[in-house]
């Protein structure tokens, strides 16, 4: 049970490092691109949606009335991308930062920073872009035969109650791979190995995903150096010593 407390806590442990002096400059640049970009799409998606509007269901048609419930719609289609999207593309965005930001937390807890870690921001680029890349592959794999058994639920009663289950706890495990890499990268521990280690304290990994999304839901971009954080004081204060 205290390793699922602790678990759970850790990206909360992460938030009140991430604003302390000699952190903020790896969150707040992220943080503010992430921004840009995400509002630049809704920008474009407002305009181009206005376009459509405009077009197939002008104001002076008798079946304009719909125009107010279409907007509902695709504020509500916006929304849904933005969350299910939010962790490919920020981390994309900020998974150059991310690596710093991990090896700053790191030293801070051990007072010694990582052999393998970059301390050049435009080195750091293309190394986490490509690992970023090799995450997303490593989940889309492991989401196939998930999509194959919601299909098969829809046809077996009670099924999809298990299922539902297996759907949450792989997304737990996608968040904890995804942020547990930034640290263990940053001592040249290869993915399969890293994941490894998350299932070696299996239980307080899935905790510690399960406290990132709960902390997406309320915190949104904030959550993802809060992640970031965790991650390294939950490898820093336990995994390193496995």
């Given at each position: 049970m205290n390793a699922l407390i602790d678990g759970f806590a850790l990206p909360f442990r992460g938030l009140r490092l991430i604003f302390r002096p000699g952190f903020r400059r790896y969150v707040i640049m992220p943080l503010l691109l992430n921004i840009v970009v995400f509002g630049l799409l809704a920008w474009l998606g407002v305009?181009?949606?206005?376009?459509?509007?405009g077009h197939y269901l002008p104001e002076e048609s008798w079946w304009s009335f719909l125009r107010p419930l279409l907007w509902v719609v695709f504020a509500l289609a916006y929304a849904m991308i933005l969350f299910f999207g939010f962790t490919v593309l920020a981390?994309?965005?900020?998974?150059?930062?991310?690596?710093?930001?991990?090896?700053?937390?790191?030293?801070?807890?051990?007072?010694?920073?990582?052999?393998g870690a970059q301390v050049s921001l435009v080195a750091a680029i293309w190394p986490a872009i490509r690992a970023e890349l090799s995450k997303l592959l490593y989940m889309a794999s492991r989401m196939v035969p998930l999509l194959i058994l919601l299909l098969i639920s829809a046809l077996v009663p009670g099924l999809n109650l298990l299922v539902s289950a297996l759907?949450?706890?792989?997304?737990?495990?996608?968040?904890?791979?995804?942020?547990?890499?930034?640290?263990?990268?940053?001592?040249?521990?290869?993915?399969?190995?890293?994941?490894?280690?998350?299932?070696?304290?299996?239980?307080?990994?899935?905790?510690?995903?399960?406290?990132?999304?709960?902390?997406?839901?309320?915190?949104?971009?904030?959550?993802?150096?809060?992640?970031?954080?965790?991650?390294?004081?939950?490898?820093?204060?336990?995994l390193r010593a496995l």
């Open positions: 305009a181009y949606f206005e376009q459509f509007m981390n994309l965005i900020a998974s150059p930062f991310n690596g710093i930001l991990a090896a700053k937390v790191e030293e801070s807890i051990t007072g010694t920073p990582p052999k759907w949450l706890a792989a997304g737990f495990w996608f968040l904890a791979v995804e942020y547990g890499d930034y640290p263990m990268a940053n001592h040249d521990i290869a993915p399969k190995d890293q994941r490894a280690l998350l299932k070696r304290r299996r239980f307080k990994t899935l905790s510690f995903g399960a406290g990132v999304g709960a902390m997406m839901l309320f915190l949104g971009f904030v959550a993802m150096p809060a992640a970031v954080a965790g991650a390294s004081i939950y490898w820093s204060r336990d």
